[in-house]
């Protein structure tokens, strides 16, 4: 949750715990739904396991590409699939300030009208080969390039709520009906979009 302020001290943030809202089944289910006749399953991995890929220790030079490559094939185990499908939040600039977004989330600035605030989803997809690791390419852009492209020019990564109590706790994001609908009909459109390009190489 996000409240950009029109100076730096109106602005606020909070985390909230989302796991209920079933993304991550959510997510599968696209997938499966992208590519029928395939075996498609969820792989299993610790709370706060990508943590330290999104809150990296402090170094010289960091290759974030490689860091989720060895994050994920840790997480791979022994899962012994052909390929693996991962999605990571992605940021973007907030215009006009030096705040920025990322992943699912509600935002609003010192400007919008009251009872109105914007479900957000800002997310990056990466399909990793089961035996090298290496990450996939679609035929012609990355599926991450053709989000970015995509949310720097339409506003598919939003859906503005006109009647939203905008909630000050972490327990009134996750309880809300109203967020969790909202977020999960603004993913699944999302992912019904642009799925396709990069499993089937469409």
């Not at 699912?104 to 990466?126: C, D, E, H, M």
């Not at 309880?175 to 390009?197: I, N």
Request: glycine content about 6%.
């Amino acid at each position: 949750m996000q409240h950009v302020g029109l100076t730096m001290f109106g602005n606020e943030y909070m985390e909230a715990p989302i796991e209920t809202w079933g993304i991550d089944d959510l997510f599968v289910a696209r997938v499966r739904a992208t590519a029928p006749g395939t075996a498609v399953r969820k792989v299993a991995y610790a709370s706060g396991a990508f943590r330290p890929y999104y809150h990296p220790e402090a170094k010289l030079f960091r290759n974030d590409r490689d860091d989720l490559t060895a994050l994920v094939r840790q997480i791979a185990g022994a899962a012994n699939c052909e390929r693996y499908v991962v999605a990571t939040k992605a940021r973007v600039s907030v215009d006009g300030t030096n705040q920025s977004i990322e992943g699912l989330g509600v935002y609003k600035n010192w400007a919008s009208p009251s009872g109105r605030g914007v479900v957000v989803s800002y997310f990056r997809i990466n399909v990793f080969d089961g035996r090298t690791f290496d990450i996939h390419r679609a035929p012609t852009r990355s599926f991450g390039d053709v989000i970015a492209s995509s949310f720097s020019n339409k506003n598919d990564n939003m859906q503005i709520l006109n009647n939203l109590e905008f909630p000050k706790t972490p327990e009134q994001v996750t309880s809300s009906a109203l967020l969790r609908d909202s977020t999960r009909s603004l993913l699944t459109a999302q992912l019904d979009r642009y799925l396709p390009a990069y499993i089937k190489g469409e």
